[in-house]
């Protein structure tokens, strides 16, 4: 299970968010070998008043925010990273206007379909 948040300025964000939103996905698909029909991702598009960012970053920086079950390997995790640094660079998104963050939670911790997240068997591997 990935959730996703991604957060940057409205005028910024609204324009790319379904070509953003392939790229993440697919990057999740490349480097978690996860599946192609899963994809949970929130757009929070902000006014300039709600979003302050470093200096010497543009208007194009955007965080992007992983939730996810725990059990991907070290290796797994720098892959995604990786390659949403190389693949945002088609949206003009540089290296330096990006930032990720991946949170990881045990199964327990999740709540889907009726059920803790330990107590459903999921169609795809975790461990990877």
């Not at 991604?6 to 978690?32: F, N, T």
């Not at 994809?39 to 008043?49: G, M, T």
């Not at 330990?118 to 591997?125: S, V």
Request: charged letters at 30%; aromatic letters at 10%.
């Amino acid at each position: 299970m990935v959730q996703v948040k991604i957060y940057g300025l409205r005028e910024q964000l609204d324009p790319i968010k379904q070509k953003l939103s392939d790229i993440i996905h697919s990057c999740l698909i490349d480097a978690l070998q996860y599946p192609a029909d899963k994809r949970a991702h929130r757009f929070f598009p902000l006014d300039a008043s709600d979003f302050y960012y470093p200096v010497g970053r543009t208007e194009r920086y955007t965080i992007i925010e992983f939730s996810m079950i725990e059990g991907r390997s070290i290796e797994a995790k720098k892959k995604l990273i990786a390659l949403l640094f190389e693949r945002v660079k088609a949206l003009e998104i540089d290296s330096q206007d990006l930032e990720i963050t991946i949170s990881e939670t045990p199964k327990h911790n999740w709540g889907f379909r009726g059920l803790p997240g330990d107590e459903h068997q999921l169609n795809y591997k975790i461990e990877v």
